[in-house]
């Protein structure tokens, strides 16, 4: 995906960020930007700090050190209306029905009644839930639900989405429809700033993102940055024989019959091929791409975390 310039400026500012609670610090020094009009991926295992910088950023937590500011300033309450926040912790009045729900959400973001009505049918319908408009929200399965919760924190148009796991849960073909609405709302002009430990959403919607870990940044960039930086290119292998050690490429994957390779800088493809098959390898299969950001995640924060499990 093509980087976003940001010619206007970040919309989200965190510069020395420190948070601690008591003797433990959770956020050391953190620091970056989201520019507006980009969807910026907020990456890391659970524990790694990323609730508490969004929930500083919003006022909720009162900082230890640093700046954090939206649109320019500390966040405050007369910047809600531009704000569309989707928390890991989702909260609705399970008890009322669908259309009753996301209509008194819509007044209160501050559409007419009949504003707010008309864009929770429209977007029920979108979703593919028109014919539950008068079900209660409890009756729904969790991601049901889940998609009458990302309704709700569009419906305002807002100028800022912070989205925490906005797919959790989905199955692929409800994962690819709510991943089109957050493009549309992109497109529309939004800024995204999406947590996720979905690797492909990442790849596919966010111009830049930052690796948190222990508080800190791991790592901070476009996606191709962060490839290069963990190992831009990679070499999947389906072969008959051992792969030797060599200079022109790291392996990080070695079973048998199939072995990873990450390449070194400036060796083409071409001559790693070459070596193999005078080291006396039988390529079956050469595959050679980018290095994928599930790859990276894993090499960071190990498998657990890309299920969420990681404490």
Same mark, same amino acid.
């Given at each position: ?64 050190? +640093? ?5 320019? @300033?500390? #966040? =405050?309450? $007369? !910047?809600?209306? *531009?704000?569309?926040?989707l928390p890991e912790e989702r909260g609705l009045y399970k008890k009322e029905s669908v259309l009753d ?8 973001? +501050? ?5 707010? @009505?008309? #864009? =929770?049918? $429209? !977007?029920?319908? *979108? ?24 309704g709700v924190t569009i419906m305002n148009d807002p100028e800022l989405l912070i989205l925490d796991e ?123 791409s980018k290095r994928s950001m599930e790859d990276i995640f894993i090499q960071v924060y190990g498998a ?8």
């Amino acid at each position: 995906m093509t980087s976003v310039t940001g010619s206007a400026g970040p919309l989200i500012h965190i510069k020395d960020f420190r948070m601690r609670f008591g003797d433990q610090t959770v956020i050391d020094d953190l620091s970056f930007d989201v520019m507006r009009g980009e969807t910026f991926g907020f990456l890391g295992s659970n524990g790694s700090g990323k609730t508490t910088t969004i929930r500083a950023l919003l006022g909720i937590y009162r900082p230890t050190a +640093g700046t954090l500011h939206v649109g320019g @300033r500390v #966040f =405050s309450d $007369d !910047y809600g209306a *531009r704000l569309g926040y989707l928390p890991e912790e989702r909260g609705l009045y399970k008890k009322e029905s669908v259309l009753d729900v996301m209509t008194y959400f819509g007044r209160l973001k +501050g559409l007419a009644k009949p504003a707010a @009505r008309a #864009f =929770s049918l $429209d !977007y029920l319908d *979108r979703v593919e839930l028109a014919g539950k408009a008068d079900t209660r929200l409890d009756k729904l399965s969790a991601g049901e639900q889940q998609k009458i919760q990302l309704g709700v924190t569009i419906m305002n148009d807002p100028e800022l989405l912070i989205l925490d796991e906005p797919t959790k849960g989905f199955d692929p073909v409800n994962r690819r429809l709510l991943m089109d609405l957050i493009e549309e709302r992109k497109t529309a002009g939004a800024t995204v700033m999406m947590v996720t430990h979905q690797m492909e959403e990442v790849e596919r919607l966010c111009d830049r993102i930052v690796l948190l870990k222990d508080g800190r940044a791991e790592a901070y960039g476009t996606i191709d940055e962060v490839q290069n930086q963990y190992g831009g290119r990679t070499v999947r292998l389906r072969h008959t024989g051992r792969v030797p050690d060599s200079p022109l490429y790291r392996v990080i994957t070695r079973e048998t019959n199939y072995a990873e390779l990450v390449l070194a800088d400036d060796v083409d493809e071409a001559d790693v091929l070459r070596s193999l098959v005078s080291a006396g390898v039988a390529v079956r299969g050469f595959t050679a791409s980018k290095r994928s950001m599930e790859d990276i995640f894993i090499q960071v924060y190990g498998a657990a975390a890309l299920d969420g499990k990681a404490a």
